[in-house]
């Protein structure tokens, strides 16, 4: 029987949102082409679907998504959250050159922002990594003062360790961390989601479907990063093929598809924190929302997690050089 999905509340001192976000990284081409009037398709119809939380990032497309998104939410921008994330820095030719989360900075890529998107606020605004140069200190404080003039709603953080959002926290309350958390990826487990359950913090929960490899997706060629991704190539690739054959038929043994059921496990492990799908297309986003009215018995979640324990899934999330800026990995 279905039932009507209860809203989260971002931490106790974010927003109330719909219990599915829509992350938009992919409608600007990290996944090779992408079908932009499509995209935007996309975001209304989450939208009007009651999808409250857009998530994008300046460096997406580089400034691409931002505007795509404000396309998107024209005229519908009392009805949703915007969720902005920047400091990565990028080349002309899409290279990675690192972060950069100085103050002055901050408030750069903020009024950037602003300008892209179309609105007089952001949301939620936070940094995508974590600065090795820079205190966390400084980039919050940096964030709070842009709150206190009314750029900014919220503070959230993005892939940092538990020391490091007890630090930020410190500063100014911050209502989220944008994390990744699947069936492939569940390290969050063991000490960060308990230290934001300790300090009252909530969760954005992207990579649910492990871009696209818990539900058989593949790298498309030239354009697509995850060519570059120990779990879809070489050994690794080959060893997680098989597994994922058995989630699928796991998934329809049950009348779910893979995207059903491996969003229905993180709702199920994490009901008080916010999954956020990667839709490109209304096909997929529709797909998606399905699963909020198929939840998973204690037993089928047993199950899958015998199927597919911790280990399963062969290959590190990033290539080893992005993992060795990722904080949360520490």
Known sequence: MSKEPSSLWLGKTGPQVFPLGLGCMSMSGVYGPA?????????????????????????????????????????????????????????????WLGTDTRPAMVKTFAAYSLKRLGVDVIDIYRPARLDPNVPIEETVGAIAELVKGGYVRHIGLSEVGADTIRRANKVHPIVDLQIEYSLASRAPEASIFPALAELGMSATLYGV????????????????????????????????????????????????????????WVIAKQPTLLPVVGSRTRAQLDDALGALAKPLSASDVTALETLAPPDAIAGTRYAAEQMKHLDSER
Do not use: C, W
């Open 35 to 95: 079908d932009e009037a499509e995209g935007v398709a996309t975001i209304r119809h989450a939208i009007e679907r009651g999808v409250t939380l857009i998530d994008t990032g300046d460096f997406y497309g580089m400034g691409h998504n931002e505007m795509l998104v404000r396309r998107g939410i024209e005229g519908l921008r009392d009805k949703v959250q915007i969720s902005v994330k920047f400091g990565a820095l990028r080349g002309p030719d899409n290279s």
């Open 209 to 264: 479907f492990s871009r696209g490899l818990l539900t058989g997706s593949k790298p498309t060629g030239k354009g697509d990063f995850r060519q570059f991704l120990p779990r879809f190539v070489g050994e690794s690739g080959a060893k997680n093929v098989a597994l994922v054959d058995k989630l699928h038929r796991f998934a329809a043994e049950r009348g779910m598809t893979p995207a059903q059921l491996t969003l229905a």
